[in-house]
């Protein structure tokens, strides 16, 4: 399976952004779809997950309320709705698969994506 995550980019703090990620080829229905991200300077950090076939969703503490992820198994797309952006969202945020949320058991990765909330 291989992922293409897009929709990065420059926004103002307050605003929002849609980050995709797509999956070519077959997913498992108990595959958890996760968002990560990584500052500069900093380690990389869970953001947001669903499974692929499912309905709860998980989010880190500082995302909570901002963020949601959705899921368009006909396009085989996950998505990571973002508003209220801070400064401290800004960082290259990655998609990945895997059986758990622990980005060590992810067997793919999207290529990383860049967004940039100015102040």
């Known amino acids: 399976v291989q992922l293409q995550a897009s929709g990065g980019g420059l926004v103002q703090a307050g605003g929002s952004l849609r980050l995709s990620c797509t999956a070519s080829g077959r997913l498992l229905s108990s595959t958890v779809m996760n968002w990560f991200r990584q500052a500069p300077g900093k380690e990389r950090e869970f953001v947001s997950a669903?499974?692929?076939?499912?309905?709860?969703?998980y989010y880190a503490d500082s995302v909570k309320g901002r963020f949601t992820i959705l899921r368009d198994n006909a396009e085989n797309t996950i998505y990571l709705q973002m508003s209220s952006l801070k400064p401290e969202d800004s960082a290259v945020y990655y998609c990945?698969?895997?059986?758990?949320?622990?980005?060590?058991?992810?067997?793919?990765w999207g290529r990383g994506t860049l967004v940039t909330v100015s102040s």
């Open positions: 990945a698969a895997g059986p758990t949320m622990d980005a060590l058991d992810a067997f793919s």
């Open positions: 669903v499974r692929w076939r499912g309905s709860r969703s």
